[in-house]
């Protein structure tokens, strides 16, 4: 057996999902050198690990961590947003399913392609949205809202910055789409805004449209996947019954608890600006060269990674970045509605970026 199917073995049991790190060296033991698969900002988790070092960390492995809503409470100083109208997750995840499980029944419309998550669920009543590398899989939002209406959908899903295409939609367009479908819940997964403009969010917006959901992951911005910490934005309303049914007094971690402590530093928040900042300015430059490939074509994006499609050479140049080359990618060949001769590549940091390109133009080269 090759490596490659090794790895498509690996990737089988992981679903609809990439294996993890872990997986991957003990499974294939694989030496990877750079992660190319994971959506995050190197230098914001730098910053976060130089205050963790600072931190006396012991009490907060010691004693439970408070409940959801003082947790709630302290993240809202940061966000700026009334605790009520917060829940915290175990990750976005674990919100995101638990949405799902109360639209159970509902007629959903899911544009594609798109996080997996959102459609492995009740699949019975999901209409699909689907948009087109030809159009560079922007949404056209008047056919969206007449879609809507003719499918009679009960909720709408939006991935703003998406996952896996990078395409962003501008404020102005989901607002319109609110007031056009008035009595149609939209859930907005805003887990990429950090990498887009933060002006598009729309979590103040919930304040007075109880129809809007507003979800967010903090480990692609802050590059802390292993505390398992996000939120949603939601009435107070929905906020309590949700709560209330499934019961997450302490859904959140003692360490998870101590980033929402660092988050509220002032020197925090400012240094983790210029790290965001820092980070942008790199997925600039990395564009710029991915765009000079020949061979590979690469999609611009609003988030922090590119789609680039490879045509036939899908699984020749993801295989030598892996097992030549040291680099993990994510093949998007099990991705709804979109062509098996796709990978995403995510930004890391500037020599990192170097050295994808630098393996990918090698890699051209030969094809």
């Not at 097992?323 to 990978?343: A, C, P, Q, V």
């Amino acid at each position: 057996m090759s490596n490659y199917d090794k790895f498509l073995e690996l990737k089988s049991k992981s679903g609809l999902h990439s294996p993890s790190m872990f997986e991957m060296r003990s499974e294939l033991s694989i030496d990877v050198k750079i992660d190319a698969c994971f959506l995050c900002n190197p230098y914001a988790f730098d910053l976060f690990c130089e205050y963790y070092n600072k931190s006396d960390v012991l009490d907060y492995l010691k004693y439970y961590p408070p409940q959801n809503n003082s947790i709630a409470d302290k993240l809202s100083k940061f966000i700026g947003m009334n605790p009520d109208y917060i829940l915290v997750g175990n990750g976005a995840i674990q919100l995101i399913e638990l949405i799902l499980r109360e639209m159970m029944g509902k007629k959903k419309c899911i544009i594609t392609p798109t996080f997996s998550t959102y459609y492995e669920y009740d699949d019975a009543n999901i209409v699909y949205y689907r948009t087109h590398k030809e159009d560079d899989f922007r949404v056209n939002v008047q056919d969206l809202i007449k879609f809507c209406k003719a499918e009679e959908v009960e909720t709408l899903v939006i991935v703003n910055p998406n996952n896996p295409t990078g395409t962003s939609m501008p404020k102005e367009s989901i607002t319109f789409l609110a007031k056009s479908l008035p009595s149609t819940t939209i859930i907005i997964d805003e887990s990429f805004i950090d990498f887009f403009d933060r002006k598009n969010s729309m979590e103040k917006d919930v304040y007075s449209n109880p129809n809007l959901l507003v979800i967010r992951s903090m480990s692609k911005d802050f590059g802390i996947a292993g505390l398992r910490l996000g939120y949603a934005i939601m009435s107070p309303r929905k906020r309590v019954q949700i709560v209330q049914k499934y019961g997450l007094l302490w859904n959140i971690n003692g360490l998870a608890h101590l980033f929402i402590e660092i988050m509220n530093s002032e020197n925090f928040r400012e240094r983790y600006e210029a790290a965001r900042i820092q980070y942008l300015e790199g997925k600039t430059e990395f564009f710029k060269d991915l765009k000079t490939l020949n061979k590979l074509k690469t999609y611009n994006s609003d988030a922090n990674f590119f789609i680039v499609d490879c045509g036939e050479h899908i699984n020749e140049v993801f295989s030598n970045l892996l097992f030549d080359y040291g680099i993990y990618t994510r093949i998007l060949n099990d991705k709804l509605h979109l062509e098996s001769s796709f990978l995403r590549i995510s930004c890391g940091r500037r020599d990192h970026n170097k050295q994808i390109f630098n393996a990918l133009k090698e890699i051209e080269i030969k094809l």
